[in-house]
Nanobody, 125 residues
Framework: QVQLVESGGGLVQAGDSLRVSCVAAGITFSSYLMGWFRQAPGKEREFVAAIDRSATSTYGADSVKGRFTISRDNAKNTVYLQMNSLKPDDTAVYYC??????????????????WGQGTQVTVSS
């Protein structure tokens, strides 16, 4: 079975840092682009960041640029999201996803075919 399992979420204060991780199993990890999405209560799921198969390119949403960094370790089948200078508006369930888009990178959810169950990140003020 294909499984993407996120970890590392928690409750932090505004300005703090947190790193969430996602370990994939059941896929050839290096063949997939990877992305992070998030969803706050009552809000639509939104794109956060993506990284291509070889970690040559990354792309982040405007709301997190300069604060969040996506990375991957293909030897460990793991993708990471380092979150710095966290804000209350960052509070959401964070999901990792594996994409099979024909291009190298994508911010569109429709290009991602496998999804994790999410990890909760709560930022208090």
């Amino acid at each position: 079975q294909v499984q993407l399992v996120e970890s590392g979420g928690g409750l932090v204060q505004a300005g703090d840092s947190l790193r969430v991780s996602c370990v994939a199993a059941g896929i050839t990890f290096s063949s997939y682009l990877m992305g992070w999405f998030r969803q706050a209560p009552g809000k639509e799921r939104e794109f956060v960041a993506a990284i291509d198969r070889s970690a040559t390119s990354t792309y982040g949403a405007d709301s997190v640029k300069g604060r969040f960094t996506i990375s991957r370790d293909n030897a460990k089948n793991t993708v990471y999201l380092q979150m710095n200078s966290l804000k209350p508006d960052d509070t959401a369930v964070y999901y990792c996803a594996a994409g099979s888009y024909g291009g190298s990178i994508s911010s569109y959810a429709r290009h991602y075919v496998f999804w994790g169950q999410g990890t909760q990140v709560t930022v208090s003020s």
